[in-house]
Each structure stands twice: as structure tokens, then as C-alpha cells.
């Protein structure tokens, strides 16, 4: 049985806690993974929306942003460009010490920030 709209939007608000934990312990990689993966869901809950149907096994943000034709500020689509780039490093890492040194605190820190407010933004998207 498929997923509901509101289903991917309730995992994704408990991805995104995951993401604040991870965060709060010093898990900079995984924070990031987490935050793409919350707004990953919150775009399959609105393409489950648009089309009543289940979204692609896809990760890619971009392709789902065009499937949905959702219009976004310029500020919000380079966001989620930016999230969907960090996707597949912190999805298949190679060398751990580069990536603790390319993902450190600061740039989890704005990642999860922006997550946080594309989610919101997303959310409100769902219903419309």
C-alpha cells in the first residue's frame, strides 16, 4: 500500500530530529545525509499528492522538484541543488577524513538550518 502524503511528511519531521541529533553529536555526515533524506520525503509526499501515486526510487531532489513543476524562489531551488550535490558524498563516503574535513560543523550546521526552512516552506506546500 502506498505511502499517504502525510505518512513521507511524518517521517520526514523525524528525519529531520534525526538530523538535529546526529548534529548534537558531533555526526556532521550523517546530519547532512539526514537532512536530504527529510527533504527528500517531503518532495515524494508532494509528488504522492500530485499524482496519487508512489513517488520514483529516486534521491536525486532536482528530478523530483521537476516532476512536481513546483515553483521555488531562486534562494530555495540553489539550496536544494546544494543538498542534492552533498547527497551522494555523504551517501557513498570513500575517505572518512576528507569527508569529516569537507562536512565539519559549520557547513552541517548551515545545511540543517536551511533544511529546516525548506521543510517548513515544503509543508506548506502540501494540501494546497
Given at each position: 500500500?502506498?505511502?499517504?502524503?502525510?505518512?513521507?511528511?511524518?517521517?520526514?519531521?523525524?528525519?529531520?530530529?534525526?538530523?538535529?541529533?546526529?548534529?548534537?553529536?558531533?555526526?556532521?555526515?550523517?546530519?547532512?545525509?539526514?537532512?536530504?533524506?527529510?527533504?527528500?520525503?517531503?518532495?515524494?509526499?508532494?509528488?504522492?499528492?500530485?499524482?496519487?501515486?508512489?513517488?520514483?526510487?529516486?534521491?536525486?531532489?532536482?528530478?523530483?522538484?521537476?516532476?512536481?513543476?513546483?515553483?521555488?524562489?531562486?534562494e530555495l531551488y540553489d539550496f536544494i541543488?546544494?543538498?542534492?550535490?552533498?547527497?551522494?558524498?555523504?551517501?557513498?563516503?570513500?575517505?572518512?577524513?576528507?569527508?569529516?574535513?569537507?562536512?565539519?560543523?559549520?557547513?552541517?550546521?548551515?545545511?540543517?538550518?536551511?533544511?529546516?526552512?525548506?521543510?517548513?516552506?515544503?509543508?506548506?506546500?502540501?494540501?494546497?
Amino acid at each position: 500500500m502506498p505511502k499517504t502524503p502525510e505518512e513521507w511528511l511524518k517521517q520526514a519531521a523525524y528525519d529531520i530530529k534525526t538530523a538535529e541529533v546526529m548534529f548534537e553529536n558531533k555526526r556532521y555526515i550523517y546530519a547532512i545525509f539526514m537532512c536530504h533524506l527529510s527533504v527528500e520525503k517531503v518532495l515524494k509526499g508532494l509528488y504522492a499528492q500530485k499524482f496519487n501515486k508512489i513517488p520514483p526510487k529516486t534521491h536525486n531532489l532536482i528530478y523530483l522538484v521537476e516532476k512536481i513543476k513546483i515553483d521555488l524562489s531562486d534562494e530555495l531551488y540553489d539550496f536544494i541543488f546544494t543538498l542534492n550535490g552533498v547527497s551522494i558524498p555523504t551517501r557513498y563516503p570513500d575517505e572518512i577524513d576528507r569527508m569529516r574535513k569537507n562536512y565539519n560543523k559549520n557547513k552541517a550546521k548551515a545545511l540543517l538550518e536551511k533544511s529546516k526552512e525548506a521543510l517548513k516552506w515544503l509543508k506548506a506546500k502540501l494540501k494546497k
